[in-house]
Nanobody, 126 residues
Framework: AVQLMESGGGSVQAGGSLKLSCRVS????????LAWFRQSPGKEREGVAH????????TYADSVKGRFTISLDKPKATMYLQMNNVESDDTANYYC???????????????????WGQGTQVAVSS
């Protein structure tokens, strides 16, 4: 099993930056996907960014492309989400997750991810 623990959430002004971290422990493998999801009250959980452990291939939701960057530091077993030029719509609880890839592709479907962190809250003020 994979254990995940997020950190780095907090309050930030619109246009500012924030960096989330996710410590990954347990058994991982090259075709596993790591991902960041977010959920705000009254909305469905949304896949924000995904990375394939082996190749480092990344995918992003259209809403964050050009603003957010997902990365993985393998020696530190830590995944990051660099959030730049944040907007009020980025306010949510952010979760890191681990799951399966399909044909070398990480899908933004929460059902593909079996392991989840407890979440960290991000609040963007205007």
């Amino acid at each position: 099993a994979v254990q995940l623990m997020e950190s780095g959430g907090g309050s930030v002004q619109a246009g500012g930056s924030l960096k989330l971290s996710c410590r990954v422990s347990g058994s991982t493998y090259s075709w596993m996907c790591l991902a960041w999801f977010r959920q705000s009250p009254g909305k469905e959980r949304e896949g924000v960014a995904h990375i394939l452990i082996g190749r480092g291939t990344t995918t992003y939701a259209d809403s964050v492309k050009g603003r957010f960057t997902i990365s993985l530091d393998k020696p530190k077993a830590t995944m990051y989400l660099q959030m730049n030029n944040v907007e009020s719509d980025d306010t949510a609880n952010y979760y890191c997750a681990a799951g399966h890839s399909y044909a070398g592709y990480c899908r933004p479907e929460s059902s593909d991810y079996a392991n989840w962190g407890q979440g960290t809250q991000v609040a963007v003020s205007s």
